[in-house]
């Protein structure tokens, strides 16, 4: 899977990264194969790519290893499902919030996992992870970068269904894993470095690396 020369990429990378992608391994609402979305990040010259499935780093190293021979900069996440009152496998367009969650170097990417795992033990049913949204906070904080544009996402919906307010109050809540990862966030360059926790993470050919400036 070498990317040749005549992709349709071009010679320079275009000043863009793809936080929030969905492959199959999120059901319904993503179909395309980790190798599928690496192959398109590449035809399409991206700056990088994310991977955020559903609740579980499913895809990770099939990712990792297309981003490694592809020479795609790539990272990870995931979009939590909160408020689960059943499983929701099959499901067209699930109940509950997300939190759409990006982890920061090797320890972020633990951290996340380690939630996730502890999250799909208390649901005690396949597609029902539950979290308790405290320790999600305090497992993560310092350690992951939190984005808000999910469509289902708490601060977006508190916004449309009961204003500014309320959506400020779901920032208060929600945002303090954020907050924290913010301030250690270098501001010398606005985009992929900076949304992804500044001078503290490079996205490279697959793996996630402390940066040296």
Do not use: W
Not at 89 to 103: I, K, N, S, Y
């Amino acid at each position: 899977m070498r990317r040749s020369r005549d992709d349709g990429a071009g010679e320079h990378r275009r000043p863009y990264a793809e936080l929030h992608a969905h492959s199959y391994f999120s059901f319904l609402d993503g179909v395309s194969s980790p190798e599928t979305l690496v192959e398109e990040a590449a035809r399409l010259g991206l700056e990088a790519i994310m991977l955020t499935d559903h609740d579980g780093m499913y895809g990770a190293v099939r990712f990792a290893v297309a981003a490694r021979e592809l020479g795609v900069r790539a990272g990870y996440g995931a979009e939590l499902s909160l408020g689960l009152s059943a499983p929701q496998a099959g499901v067209p367009d699930p109940e509950g919030t997300h939190l759409l969650v990006l982890a920061r170097e090797i320890e972020g990417y633990r951290r996340l996992c380690r939630v996730i795992s502890h999250a799909q033990l208390a649901g005690e049913e396949k597609g029902r992870p539950v979290y308790d949204v405290d320790e999600v906070v305090d497992e993560l904080a310092g350690h992951v970068q939190v984005l808000t544009g999910c469509r289902k996402g708490s601060v977006r919906q508190a916004l449309v269904q009961r204003g500014p307010g309320a959506a400020a109050g779901r920032v208060s809540r929600h945002g303090r894993a954020a907050t924290r990862a913010a301030c250690g966030s270098s501001t010398r360059r606005r985009g992929t470095r900076s949304v992804l926790g500044g001078a503290r993470l490079n996205l490279t050919a697959g793996r996630a690396t402390r940066s040296r400036s």
